[in-house]
T-cell receptor
Framework: KQEVTQIPAALSVPEGENLVLNCSFT??????LQWFRQDPGKGLTSLLL?????REQTSGRLNASLDKSSGRSTLYIAASQPGDSATYLCAVPTGGGNKLTFGTGTQLKVEL | DTAVSQTPKYLVTQMGNDKSIKCEQNLGHDTMYWYKQDSKKFLKIMFS???????INETVPNRFSPKSPDKAHLNLHINSLELGDSAVYFC??????????????FGDGTRLSIL
């Protein structure tokens, strides 16, 4: 059974800092990995989807990397801003790809 | 706007009642999902439908009955509501089913509170 874990559970950083969020999964036979952002009281916004054949995917200040063999993905946020404050979730397809199994989330706060 | 939309956004009701949550997507996707987010913010799949057909039922109590009248709609009816049903329910959609079905797009959630 696939289990997805995110460390740390919560993170508080000053504005401008570069930071890394971690996602670990127990079954390395994944098809892809998706990173989401959830703002309080809102739904999930898809940030990046990285295919199993890719090692990196970039969008603006965000960079996601994937190391299938070690069961890890990282989300790198450059030059963090207060507007980046949110909960970040990673998820992998399971059940033949017909559902997502989510990580436990990292709650990020970027302070002025 | 192209989106996944859910109604209502908030639902407060008493234990034992029956309620429905509606979801619609205008993205032209074939596959729709219901997820539950508990008080600890953990998200878990409940149901998945592809082109109106059920493909995932994640051992959800049969008080929960999803219905897909067409591939753009997936509604969730809940009978005999219990305190433990209090959660945020998210609808999502993707282009197709399976791991190659593309990223999932989520609605804003329905916050269900049972008194």
């Amino acid at each position: 059974k696939q289990e997805v874990t995110q460390i740390p559970a919560a993170l508080s950083v000053p504005e401008g800092e570069n930071l890394v969020l971690n996602c670990s999964f127990t079954d390395s036979a994944i098809y892809n990995l998706q990173w989401f952002r959830q703002d309080p009281g809102k739904g999930l916004t898809s940030l990046l989807l990285i295919q199993s054949s890719q090692r990196e995917q970039t969008s603006g200040r965000l960079n996601a990397s994937l190391d299938k063999s070690s069961g890890r993905s990282t989300l790198y946020i450059a030059a963090s801003q207060p507007g980046d404050s949110a909960t970040y979730l990673c998820a992998v397809p399971t059940g033949g790809g017909n559902k997502l199994t989510f990580g436990t989330g990292t709650q990020l706060k970027v302070e002025l | 706007d192209t989106a996944v939309s859910q109604t209502p956004k908030y639902l407060v009701t008493q234990m034992g009642n029956d309620k429905s949550i509606k979801c619609e997507q205008n993205l032209g996707h074939d596959t729709m999902y219901w997820y539950k987010q508990d008080s600890k913010k953990f998200l878990k799949i409940m149901f998945s439908y592809n082109n109106k057909e059920l493909i995932i039922n994640e051992t959800v109590p049969n008080r929960f009955s999803p219905k897909s009248p067409d591939k753009a709609h997936l509604n969730l009816h809940i009978n005999s509501l219990e305190l433990g049903d209090s959660a945020v329910y998210f609808c999502a959609s993707s282009q197709a089913s399976g791991a190659g079905g593309g990223p999932q797009h989520f609605g804003d959630g329905t916050r269900l509170s049972i008194l």
